[in-house]
C-alpha cells in the first residue's frame, strides 16, 4: 500500500508534485507535419501552444489532429485553425483541493491540463492519469488521518447512519462501554446503548449518564455535498474530573468548618510551614497582634511570637509548650507539629501555635508560675554541678581508676601542670573539675577552654586577650583573654592535641615565664594560673609528624593521668548507669526505677565507643522513654541492643538513619583513639560538620 511520506500540506498536495514535466510545446505557425512528429515523440494527448515569449497561447488536442487529417488538410498546412486558444490552465503553485475543486467545476479538465508558472509559460501537464495517481496519494493520507483521529484515546467514537445502525466503534468506545465493535457493528445503536438520547442535528457536549457511567456527550452529523449521511457521537469520560469536583467540594466544606471553628475560639490559632513562616492566623490571632491574616502571611514566626520554639518543633517532630511574652501578657503557648506520611515517612510539615488567651487571671497565674519553676530548676541545676565537680562524685569500682582519684587527690594541693589524656567520654572533664576543687585554688575561676572548637584565627585573641583596636575587626574595649579570666584559679585546656603549632610557642611561654602578651600588647601580662590540659590524642605521634611541640609536652606532663576506657573499667558500668538514673528521674521527674536483666546484659556486653558520655546518654534516652519502671532492652538504642539480639526493629525510618549516623560517628572516633579531627578526617567530614553531628547526639 502506498504510504503518504509527511503530512507537510504543501509537500503532497501541490500541482507541482502531481503533473508530469515530460511535454513538447508547439508555435501556432507550426506546419501539421511538426505536429504529428511532436505526438510521435509524446504519451500525451494534448501539448500546449506558446507564442514567441512562451507563454501559453492554447492546446492542440490529438483529436484536432485527427479532425484536420479528416478535413484533407495536407501535412505542409499550418496547424493554426485546429489550435483551442484561451485554454483552461492552472497554477503550478496550486495546492491538491484548489485543483479538485477546479477539476470538479470544468468538465474540460477531464482531458490535459497546462500547468503554468506565475509568467504563464508551460511548466507542466495533468492527465487524468497524474490526476488519478494524486488523488490515490490523498486519499490514503486522508484515510491514515481519520483512523488517528478516530482511534484518539480520550474520547469514545460511534459513528451511525442515517436510520441509526452502528458503522464503526473506535477503542476507547469499546472500553469505555464494555462491548467488542464486531458485535455491535449493524445493530442499531438505541438497542446497544438505550440510556443515550440523541438529538436532532448537531449537539456539543451535554452530560449522560450511560451504563452508570457520567459522560460528556456530543454529537456531530456527518455531511457529503450538504446532505446528511451519518452522524458521530463522541463520548468523553468524566468520573475522575467527577471525583475531583466532590473532593473539591468536601475540601472548601472542611475549609469552611474549619475556620469556622478556629475563629469561633477565643484562643489566638498560627500555622506556619517548615521554613517557619506564617501561612494562617484565626480571628483572635489577628487581634491579638493587630494584623490581617493578609498582612502576616509570609512573616517569620519567630519575629512574630518573638519565639525558637516553633522552628525546634518542626525540626524535632515533638511538641512543645512554653511561656512567651507577647504585647506585654505573659501567655501559654503551645507548639503542635502538623505531620505527614511522605514516601511511608512522618514528616514535620509544619507547626500550630496555639495562644491561650482565655480572659480569667488562670492562665496568667500558671504561666507565672511556670516561668518561677524554670528559675528553680535552673537554680538547682547549678547548684548540683557545683557539687558535682568532687572526686566522691566520680563514681568507680574499678581499683586502678580508684588510685588515680587517690592520687589526683593528692597532687590537687598543687599549682603543677597536669596532663589528662584518654579517650573521648572518659571523664577527663569532670576529673579536671575534681582536681580543681580539690585544690587551694577552688574559690578561683575554673575556665574551660576548648581549642578544637575555636578556629584557629581567633584562638590567640580569645586565649590571651587583644588591646583596643589591635585588628580590623576587634572590640573597642578590647578584650581579655582566657588566660586572665582564670587568674588565680585553673585554666583547663581541652583538646590541647588540636592547638596550632603557632599558640603552641605562647602556652609554652606561660608555663616558663607566668606571663605572656596580650594580642597588639606592648607589654607582657603576669597571670597566676594551673594548667589543666586534656587530650584524647598519642601526642607522641603528634610530635613526630611535627604537628606538636616536644618541649611543650615536656612541660604539660609534669603530672599525668591516662584515664581508662568504660571498657577497661566494666565493673563502673552498672554503679555509672544508676548514678545517672537518679540524675535524670531528678531532671525529669520521673520515677525509673532500675534496669531488668536483659538491659543489664546489654549493657555490660556493649563496647562503648563513646565511653561514659555514651552511657549517660543512654540512660536519658531509656529514662525518658520508661518514665516509670524498669529500663528494658526495649528502651535502648539500636546498636546497644544489637549486641544482644539478631533482630534488628527500627522504630523509624528516620531513627534508624540517626542510629547509624551516630554509629559511624562512636566507630570514627575509636579508630582514631578518640581524636576528634582525626575522626573527622577518617569520615571524609570538616571538622565543624563533625563538631556539629558530636553536639546534635550529645557526644561532646
Ligand atoms: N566517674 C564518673 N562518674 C559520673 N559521671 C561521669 C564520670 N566520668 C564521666 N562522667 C560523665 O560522663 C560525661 C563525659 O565526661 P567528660 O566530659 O568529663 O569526658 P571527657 O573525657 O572530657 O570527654 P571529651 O574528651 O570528649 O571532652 C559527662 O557528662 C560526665 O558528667
Redesign the pocket.
Known amino acids: 500500500m502506498m504510504v503518504p511520506e509527511n503530512l507537510n500540506y504543501t509537500s503532497w498536495l501541490t500541482v507541482k508534485q502531481m503533473m508530469s514535466k515530460n511535454f513538447i510545446v508547439l508555435h501556432p505557425d507550426d506546419s501539421l507535419r511538426t505536429v504529428v512528429q511532436h505526438y510521435q515523440d509524446s504519451r500525451l494527448d494534448t501539448l500546449p501552444v506558446v507564442d514567441n515569449d512562451g507563454k501559453l497561447t492554447g492546446v492542440f488536442p490529438k483529436k484536432r489532429l485527427y479532425r484536420a487529417l479528416l478535413d484533407g488538410s495536407s501535412l505542409d498546412d499550418p496547424c493554426t485553425p485546429y489550435i483551442i486558444y484561451q485554454p483552461v490552465s492552472i497554477s503550478s503553485d496550486l495546492c491538491y483541493d484548489d485543483m479538485s475543486m477546479a477539476v470538479r467545476t470544468s468538465k474540460s479538465l477531464v482531458d490535459y491540463v497546462v500547468a503554468v508558472d506565475h509568467e504563464n509559460k508551460p511548466v507542466g501537464m495533468i492527465g487524468t492519469a497524474e490526476y488519478l495517481r494524486g488523488s490515490q496519494k490523498v486519499i490514503i493520507t486522508s484515510h491514515v488521518l481519520l483512523e488517528s483521529i478516530f482511534n484518539a484515546d480520550y474520547e469514545g467514537i460511534i459513528v451511525i447512519d442515517n436510520t441509526g445502525k452502528i458503522l464503526r466503534i473506535n477503542p476507547v468506545a469499546e472500553t469505555m462501554f464494555g462491548f467488542n465493535s464486531s458485535e455491535v457493528k449493524g445493530l442499531l445503536l438505541e438497542h446497544v446503548l438505550p440510556d443515550l438520547k440523541l438529538f436532532n442535528g448537531r449537539n456539543r457536549g451535554v452530560k449522560q449518564i450511560i451504563q452508570s457511567l457520567p459522560v460528556i456527550v456530543s454529537q456531530v452529523p456527518i455531511l457529503a455535498n450538504d446532505i446528511q449521511i451519518g452522524t458521530k457521537i463522541a463520548f468523553v469520560d468524566i468520573s475522575d474530573m467527577e471525583e475531583m469536583a466532590r473532593e473539591l467540594e468536601i475540601v472548601k466544606d472542611l475549609q469552611t468548618n474549619l475556620d469556622g471553628v478556629l475563629n469561633a475560639t477565643s484562643d489566638g490559632v498560627f500555622v506556619s510551614d517548615i521554613s517557619g513562616s506564617v501561612k494562617y492566623v484565626n480571628a483572635s490571632g489577628c487581634r491579638l497582634i493587630g494584623n490581617t491574616t493578609e498582612e502576616m502571611a509570609g512573616m517569620p514566626i519567630k519575629k512574630l511570637l518573638s519565639s525558637a520554639v516553633p522552628a525546634e518543633v518542626s525540626k524535632t517532630g515533638v511538641a512543645e509548650v512554653e511561656v512567651c511574652s507577647i504585647k506585654d501578657r505573659n501567655c501559654i503557648v503551645s507548639h503542635i507539629p502538623i505531620n505527614k506520611v511522605i514516601d511511608d515517612e512522618t514528616r514535620t510539615v509544619g507547626v500550630v501555635s496555639t495562644i491561650y488567651l482565655d480572659d480569667n487571671r488562670l492562665t496568667e497565674e500558671i504561666a507565672r508560675k511556670w516561668l518561677s519553676l524554670r528559675q528553680q530548676i535552673q537554680y538547682y541545676r547549678d547548684e548540683l554541678e557545683k557539687h558535682?565537680n568532687s572526686f566522691d562524685?566520680?563514681?568507680?569500682k574499678n581499683p586502678a581508676?580508684t588510685k588515680m582519684k587517690k592520687d589526683a587527690q593528692r597532687i590537687a594541693r598543687s599549682s603543677s601542670t597536669v596532663l589528662?589524656t584518654?579517650?573521648?567520654?572518659?571523664?577527663?572533664?569532670?576529673?579536671?573539675h575534681a582536681i580543681h576543687a580539690a585544690s587551694p585554688r577552688a574559690n578561683h575561676p575554673f575556665v574551660k577552654v576548648?581549642c578544637a572548637a575555636i578556629p584557629e584565627s581567633l584562638l590567640e585573641s580569645e586565649l590571651f586577650g587583644y588591646t583596643p583596636g589591635s585588628f580590623t575587626g576587634a572590640s573597642k574595649k578590647g578584650k581579655i583573654g582566657y588566660f586572665t579570666q582564670a587568674h588565680e584559679g585553673t585554666i583547663f585546656l581541652?583538646?590541647i592535641g588540636d592547638m596550632p603549632l603557632s599558640i603552641q610557642a605562647k602556652i609554652l611561654q606561660v608555663l616558663q615565664d607566668k606571663e605572656f602578651m596580650q594580642v597588639g600588647g606592648v607589654s607582657p601580662e603576669k597571670v597566676d594560673v594551673r594548667i589543666i590540659a586534656?587530650t584524647?590524642k598519642d601526642l607522641r605521634e603528634a610530635i613526630k609528624e611535627g604537628t606538636f611541640r616536644l618541649d611543650l609536652y615536656y612541660r604539660l606532663n609534669v603530672i599525668q593521668f591516662s584515664?581508662p576506657s568504660l571498657r577497661e573499667r566494666s565493673e563502673?558500668i552498672i554503679p555509672?548507669a544508676e548514678?545517672?538514673i537518679t540524675k535524670y528521674n531528678e531532671i525529669l521527674g520521673a520515677n525509673v526505677v532500675g534496669i531488668n536483666k536483659a538491659a543489664r546484659d546489654a549493657l555490660l556486653i556493649y563496647s562503648w565507643p563513646g565511653?561514659?558520655?555514651e552511657?549517660?546518654n543512654a540512660i536519658e534516652r531509656a529514662a525518658n522513654y520508661v518514665w516509670e519502671g524498669e529500663i528494658g532492652i526495649e528502651h535502648l538504642s539500636a546498636q546497644i541492643f544489637q549486641f544482644n539480639q539478631k533482630a534488628y526493629e527500627p522504630s523509624s525510618y528516620r531513627a534508624v538513619l540517626n542510629d547509624v549516623d551516630k554509629e559511624m560517628l562512636l566507630v570514627a572516633l575509636k579508630k582514631a583513639n578518640?581524636n576528634?579531627s582525626a575522626a573527622a578526617r577518617l569520615l571524609k567530614m570538616s571538622r565543624s560538620a563533625f563538631y556539629e553531628k558530636l553536639g546534635k547526639y550529645g557526644?561532646?
Request: hydrophobic share 45%.
Open positions: 558535682g562524685n566520680l563514681v568507680s581508676f589528662l584518654g579517650e573521648s567520654g572518659v571523664g577527663k572533664d569532670m576529673f579536671a576548648n581541652d583538646e586534656a584524647n584515664l563502673d555509672l548514678v545517672f565511653n561514659i558520655r552511657l549517660e578518640g576528634k557526644l561532646c
